[in-house]
T-cell receptor
Framework: GESVGLHLPTLSVQEGDNSIINCAYS??????FIWYKQESGKGPQFIID?????DKRQGQRVTVLLNKTVKHLSLQIAATQPGDSAVYFC????????????FGKGTKLSVKP | KAGVTQTPRYLIKTRGQQVTLSCSPI?????VSWYQQTPGQGLQFLFE???????NKGNFPGRFSGRQFSNSRSEMNVSTLELGDSALYLC????????????FGSGTQLSVL
């Protein structure tokens, strides 16, 4: 079926290292992708987004890469900090979706001091 | 600018009861979406409202309903509660709900006993 999924349920990295979180999507009609961070007891927080006419977008310490050929999305976090520990979700959105984001299952990132 | 506000933060109900959850979107946002989050199913779309009209609906039974007021505030109602309705209910808002990021509240944690 159509879904957005993540390759790994958990990821553990050393503080200061770079983190890469991956996501696969199945619907080629998806035109907008978003990464969210969810900390314990909070709602998902927007990190970065990318539209399908781009293949890379950079933010502060984060980069999102989109490979439409293989329907793959990744989030790179540079110099990972303890405050980055959270669950990360990718989500896809299609034109006319009217509030319906399709979320992956999430990857739990743990940062070791 | 205040974020998305959801009340109450926690709720405990018993099977068969009904519950109403409230959401105040970011000022100026006209689209409000509701999601259910559980460990097993992840984030699932319930419905979306725009200008007091339900524009989109997910695959949930009719026991789940909602409404939106003229000031864009929204409520969702779950009738005849079941144990499986225990979840974090998240509200999200955006300017118009199409191909754009959603801003989430912290959610209402509902426990059904």
């Amino acid at each position: 079926g159509e879904s957005v999924g993540l390759h790994l349920p958990t990821l553990s990295v050393q503080e200061g290292d770079n983190s890469i979180i991956n996501c696969a999507y199945s619907n080629s009609a998806s035109d907008y992708f978003i990464w969210y961070k969810q900390e314990s007891g909070k709602g998902p927080q927007f990190i970065i987004d990318i539209r399908s006419n781009m293949d890379k977008r950079q933010g502060q310490r984060v980069t999102v890469l989109l490979n439409k050929t293989v329907k793959h999305l990744s989030l790179q976090i540079a110099a990972t900090q303890p405050g980055d520990s959270a669950v990360y979700f990718c989500a896809e959105n299609r034109e006319g979706s009217q509030g319906n984001l399709i979320f992956g299952k999430g990857t739990k990132l743990s940062v070791k001091p | 600018k205040a974020g998305v506000t959801q009340t109450p933060r926690y709720l405990i109900k018993t099977r068969g009861q009904q519950v109403t959850l409230s959401c105040s979107p970011i000022s100026g946002h006209r689209s409000v979406s509701w999601y259910q989050q559980t460990p097993g199913q992840g984030l699932q779309f319930l419905f979306e409202y725009f200008s007091e009209t339900q524009r989109n609906k997910g695959n949930f039974p009719g026991r789940f309903s909602g409404r939106q007021f003229s000031n864009s505030r929204s409520e969702m109602n779950v009738s005849t509660l079941e144990l499986g309705d225990s979840a974090l209910y998240l509200c999200a808002s955006s300017p118009d709900g199409n191909s754009e990021k959603l801003f989430f509240g912290s959610g209402t944690q509902l426990s059904v006993l």
